[in-house]
């Protein structure tokens, strides 16, 4: 429910009407500020002074002073007695509020939140139906008449600091004011919230959880969980405010109406690592609803949220401008249009998005869908999977004309119509560096355009074909699609096909966050500009990877300085890749996971004997930089001389891994090439756990080379066991492996 300026000026005008009677009371004593320690009964004399004499929490908050902590021990705190619906906790300008304490601290730093819970509850009549933890997980728990709001802090700054509690059981179902803010009402506020969850409370109009209008609050790792607002805002609502929202979650909360994580009218909002996932709005906006906002969203997931009668399953934006980056929407849903994403009169800018199975049940734009001369811009985005009944499987536009750069659309589907990748009614998009593979309808599997709709495609692949400068219709020889993996194997005919002038000024990396720009020397450049050339689609391919016992820089696997770990290498390469192992001890797991494996890849070729500074190939030295593979998953294997190496399986202690190598299910292109192998012990009761220590093949023919196989043990095939399978050995020594009931080759 929104309130006039005039209301919050009525408001407003009371507050300081009030500030100023205040002034003419009789001044209290001074008092230096301290810490004042409360408990949910009061104890000794209750003056606060100690644990031993604390004082309620009402208490501390009523006599605390500018520069005042507050330390709450755990248990349950009420605002005030059955029927006193007004009681509320007030916030103070220079109070910081902490819970979390055991009640024995003499250090803020020896608090635990999350162990000793601090709860602030608005179950006045202590009725509610939370199952004895004192915590209601959802709305429906509420009984009886509970507080309006739990918590106040009008014309609160950041000064007003609230940290460490569980806020729950606010019923804010009166009228006007007391129908907004069921866990926290919040107004010409701003202050610092770290290290709360909002749960189970309940408004009847707007912000079950929090209701903020005219405020900067700063919330810092904050959960908002089953709460419920009879109109918008299920977890939170934001009035011309301007909020900084950081590690928040927003779960499992409803808003009737719209905005069932957060519904937002005309705020600045920054979140950063912030997730919405299966908040329901009966209307629109099942993760976020937003009017005329401007957002401003990195690394934020969208995932399960619903718009069950309405529009934008993860988001609805309508009017504002707002920025997404690093930002995934995943198996949202909605009923009209957009299952992930809903634009109407808006233009966001959208870098390193990922859309993956949203669907719409009976409308348009499965991933997104934009309506009223909407013109985003979309950079390094993927459309996967997404699914809409009628028409726009991956992507809808009516009367917008978006621009599209370096965009893979693969495996979306408009089930009863048209347009399974691309919809477009009087739209006109320019689409650039885009690959168009895979997705299907019963018209126009790619791209359907409708009335006046002239889209500008070019340096793009289009499968069955578009007219344009630089098109081509090529399979792009995705990773592995079925997987999801879109990724391009480094055959494909998309790799320096792009145009490098499309790109926009400051994008540097791809999708995966590696380079943009990357000349692969085998392939002819074939896209326009000056090499290297950019590649079609989301994702730059590049030749080599490179893993490192541990992550180094941002972990991307494009350099030694920002290697990857081995296992991370394996599951990113596609065919044509290699990866480049430095010296050192590898464990395909963590102790306990014996089924952990180094699981080899058709057409990547895995090279060891790194230092971890060499530019090409033919400057490692396998001999020397001994690249281990071990199933010593436990890490306590016998190793007097200290190599690491299982000298003979008597060395092998506890519970290593099965197999420390597959190759089952590849073929030749699957190289491994200088490593030794040990401390694989397959040693279970089935089959295959009980086959091929070092490495187990089944229909698997990878290369080896340059490989010890020792001290690994099995049932059958202690070293290597081969089952339909015919693995090339080059270089290799198998040596001191053992095999209680077959060779131990």
């Known amino acids: ?50 644990w031993a004499n604390a004082c309620t929490l009402q208490t501390a908050l009523t006599n605390a002073v500018s520069g005042d902590e507050i330390w709450v021990k755990a248990g349950v705190h009420y605002p005030g007695t059955a029927g006193n619906r007004a009681a509320t906790f007030t916030l103070k300008n220079g109070v910081a509020v902490y819970g979390g304490f055991a009640g024995t601290e003499t250090s803020r730093s020896q608090r635990d939140w999350v162990v000793n819970k601090t709860i602030l ?76 969850t909002f749960s189970g409370n309940l408004a009847s109009t707007s912000g079950g959880g ?35 929202l950081t590690q928040v979650t927003f779960s499992d909360n409803v808003a009737v109406t719209s905005g069932g994580g957060m519904f937002n009218q005309s705020g ?39 718009a069950n009668s309405g529009s934008g399953g993860g988001i609805y934006n309508i009017g504002g401008s707002s920025t997404l980056i690093n930002v995934t929407f995943s198996a949202n849903n909605a009923d009209a249009l957009g299952g992930g994403m809903y634009n109407n009169n808006s233009n966001p800018q959208l870098t390193n ?30 459309f996967r999977n997404n699914y809409a009944l009628a028409y726009g499987g991956g992507l809808y536009n009516d009367s917008s004309s978006l621009t599209l750069v370096n965009v893979t659309f693969n495996g979306n589907l408009a089930y009863n119509d048209s347009g399974g990748g691309i919809y477009n009614s009087d739209s006109s998009p320019t689409l650039t560096n885009v690959i168009l593979w895979g997705d299907s309808a019963p018209s126009g599997a790619e791209i359907y355009n409708a ?107 494009y350099a030694w300085e920002h290697a990857c770990t081995l296992q991370t290498a394996l599951g990113r390469a596609v065919a044509g890749q290699e990866i480049w192992v430095k010296a050192g001890v ?49 890490q306590n294997d016998s190793n007097t001389d200290g190599n690491f190496i299982a000298e003979t399986p008597a060395d092998v202690q506890g519970s290593n891994a099965y197999h420390v190598v597959t190759g089952s299910g590849t073929d030749s292109t699957a190289v491994l090439d200088g490593f030794v192998i040990t401390a694989g012990r397959a040693n279970g009761s089935n089959f295959p756990d009980n086959h091929g220590g070092g490495m187990y093949n089944y229909g698997g023919n990878p290369a080896l080379a340059n490989i010890t196989l020792r001290g690994n043990s099995a049932m059958y095939g202690g070293g290597i066991y081969n089952k339909s399978s015919s693995p090339i050995l080059t270089d290799v020594i198998i040596s001191d492996n053992s095999a209680s009931s077959s060779s131990g080759y």
């Open 1 to 50: 429910m929104l309130f006039s300026r005039h209301s919050f000026a009525r408001l407003f005008s009371a507050g300081v009407l009030i500030l100023l009677l205040a002034s003419f009371l009789p001044l209290q004593p001074a008092r230096a500020a301290g810490v004042r320690y409360a408990a949910p009964t009061a104890q000794g004399s209750g003056d606060c002074s100690s």
């Open 210 to 244: 929090i209701y903020n209008a005219y405020g900067q609050p700063v919330l810092n790792n904050v959960t908002f969980s089953g709460n419920q607002a009879n109109a918008e805002g299920g977890g939170m609502e934001n009035y011309q405010s301007d909020l900084t």
């Open 353 to 382: 998005i990922t859309f993956f199975s949203n669907y719409v049940v009976s409308g348009v734009g499965g991933g997104m869908a934009n309506e009223g001369n909407s013109n985003p811009t979309l950079t390094n985005v993927v």
């Open 268 to 306: 600045n909002l920054t979140l950063t690592n912030v997730t919405f996932s299966n908040n329901t709005a009966g209307n629109d906006g099942g993760g976020m609803f937003n009017q005329s906002g401007n957002l401003t969203l990195t690394n934020v997931t969208f995932s399960g949220n619903s």
């Open 451 to 557: 009335g006046s709709s002239a889209p500008l495609v070019s340096y793009s692949d289009i499968q069955g074909g578009y007219a344009g400068t630089g098109n081509i219709n090529a399979n792009p020889l995705f990773g592995n699609a079925a997987a999801g993996v879109l990724r391009l194997q480094l055959a494909s005919p998309a790799i320096d096909a792009g145009n490098n002038a499309a790109v926009p000024s400051g994008i540097i990396t791809d999708l995966d966050g590696n380079p943009r720009f990357v000349d692969i020397t085998a392939v002819t450049d074939t896209g326009s500009g000056t090499p290297p050339i950019v590649d079609m689609g989301a994702y730059e391919a590049f030749p080599v990877l490179y893993a490192d016992l541990t992550t180094q820089g941002n972990g991307k696997c």
């Open 121 to 196: 509850s608005g179950d006045i009549d202590k009725n509610d139906a939370h199952g004895g933890d004192y915590i209601n997980e959802s709305a429906s728990q509420i009984v009886g008449s509970n507080a309006y709001h739990v918590v106040t802090g009008s014309l609160t700054d950041s000064t007003a600091v609230l940290d460490g509690f569980v806020i729950t059981a606010g019923q804010a179902n009166g009228s006007v004011y007391d129908s907004i803010g069921g866990g926290m009402s919040l107004q010409f506020s701003g202050p610092t919230l770290t290290n709360l």
């Open 586 to 634: 590898y464990y395909p797991g963590a102790a306990g996971n014996r089924a952990a494996t180094f699981q080899l890849k058709s057409g990547v070729a895995v090279y060891g004997g790194f230092v971890g500074t060499e530019t090409a190939r033919d400057q490692r030295n396998w001999a020397t930089n001994l690249t281990i593979l071990s199933g010593d998953i436990d």
